[in-house]
């Protein structure tokens, strides 16, 4: 998904937040069943993979796509709080995490639109 897509969609909030104590842009998406971290938001701030048990094969709005690393304990700072967040890598521009609703849930997360 790109930006430009979830500034359309009704089912989605996002906004810039810190992600490893660097700004990332940050969506909260209650149609995503996981969390996800674009693999250029990894490379470009060095964030450490680690080798899924299972590859997963992931179906978004893009297509199919095929995923093999997770960054563990990612922390999402949200108003002066962090949260954790163990994000699938995926290849994918505009936004450089989705939270899902795995995360959503684990911190009782409401998005009010």
Known sequence: MVAKTAQEAQDVVF????A?????????????SHSFISSQYVAKHSIP???MPKPMLV?????????MYQCLGVKIQI???????NPI???????D???????LTKYDAVIHC
């Not at 906004?15 to 810190?18: A, D, K, N, T």
């Not at 108003?79 to 967040?85: D, K, T, V």
């Open 20 to 32: 490893n104590s660097a700004p990332a842009l940050v969506l909260f998406d209650s149609e995503a």
């Open 49 to 51: 993979l680690c080798t």
């Open 15 to 18: 906004g810039m937040f810190l």
């Open 97 to 103: 995490v989705i939270l899902g609703m795995g995360w």
């Open 59 to 67: 179906n978004s709005p893009g297509g199919n796509m095929r995923a």
């Open 89 to 95: 890598v995926l290849e994918f521009g505009g936004i």
């Open 79 to 85: 108003m002066g709080r962090e949260f954790c967040a």
